[in-house]
């Protein structure tokens, strides 16, 4: 049981998010986001008792960190909370700035810690995918946003420096890597959208920090996303080589990310039809995570869904 699955989770609560998010910027109704809120809680939590369980009977505690495929998808365990702490903002503010802190500082010491495992473990430029943006980009990110949810102006300018130029120095290697190295295994192929979150996750952030104002940085951010985006068409021939598993959902957190920034725009630019343009986009993405979580109960009754991967013994 590999690390990579708490992507399930994070895609459902990067869904949770959009409907969140479409609520303040188009009147959507309340009920859609806090039942998704509740499912991400529900399953990291199934996810997570399910993993350390099969953690300690495998014997390989401590070694997960240094596996070149699975090991940057252990930052999602404290990333998940982080994002349910802000949603509970709310409803609960102190619980939820507790929730936050705490998967906030286990963000970024692990984070490190990580950094620091990949700089001093024997590691050949292809054994990196785009889930190494995992544990620092999309963690220091999201916390940014968080801290811009919770008014904590000068956190969340730390740590969206700390996202961001992390993206900027892993970006290459991670670019340098999928152009000159021989293609990812096919059950890996997925991986490469999330290529495409940064700059959209950087750019809901960035509208979490300035107000939801449309400037120079927010649409410097949308320009690398429009071309992150039609990368991600030019994959599809690829992607559908790939055999259906757990790196499927690395689509799921990314493209509804890229979603939730779509409608923040239209919100910022007050295009004419927005509310329409939020409900169709919502109703496209929530039928596709239909769609994705209908295969992936199927592939858990069929026992496709979860392929033995290297466990780095």
């Known amino acids: 049981m590999a690390p990579n699955l708490f992507g399930i989770s994070f895609g459902i609560a990067g869904l949770a998010q959009a409907w969140t998010v479409a609520r303040g910027a188009a009147n959507t109704p309340e009920w859609p986001g806090i039942v998704l809120w509740l499912a991400a809680g529900v399953l990291w939590v199934l996810t997570l008792v399910a993993y350390v369980d099969n953690l300690f009977h495998r014997g390989h505690v401590g070694k997960e960190f240094t596996h070149p495929v699975t090991g940057p998808f252990i930052s999602l365990i404290p990333i998940v909370p982080m994002l349910l702490g802000v949603a509970l903002k709310p409803y609960a503010d102190t619980a939820g700035k507790c929730i936050y802190l705490v998967a906030f500082v286990v963000t970024v010491f692990l984070g490190g ?17 785009p889930g ?14 968080g801290a811009a949810a919770f008014n904590w102006t000068r956190l969340s300018e730390l740590m969206f420096g ?3 130029i992390c993206w900027v120095v892993l970006g290459s290697i991670l670019l340098l890597r999928l152009f000159t190295q021989p ?16 700059p959209v996750v950087a750019g809901n952030v960035w509208f979490a920090m300035n107000g939801g104002r449309a400037d120079f940085v927010a649409s410097g951010l949308a320009g690398y996303a429009l071309l992150m985006a ?6 599809i021939s690829s992607y559908r080589m790939a055999p259906f598993g757990p790196p499927y959902w690395a689509f799921a957190f990314t493209y509804i990310a890229a979603i939730t920034d779509v409608i923040i725009w239209l919100k910022a630019e007050s295009v004419d039809g927005s509310r329409a343009f939020t409900y ?6 929530t039928l596709g995570y239909a769609l ?3 295969q992936t109960v199927r592939g858990l009754i069929r026992g ?10």
């Open 292 to 294: 994705l979580a209908t």
């Open 230 to 235: 039609l990368v991600q068409i030019s994959m």
């Open 113 to 129: 810690w990580l950094t620091g495992v990949w700089i001093r473990v024997d590691m050949e430029l292809v054994d990196w995918h």
């Open 183 to 198: 293609a990812l295994p096919n059950r890996l192929l997925p991986v490469i959208a999330i290529e495409f979150a940064p």
């Open 304 to 313: 496709t869904f979860l392929p033995d991967f290297p466990t780095g013994d």
């Open 162 to 164: 700390f996202g961001f």
């Open 132 to 145: 190494y943006f995992l544990p620092t980009v999309a963690g220091g990110l999201l916390a940014a946003g």
């Open 280 to 285: 169709a986009l919502l109703a496209v993405s």
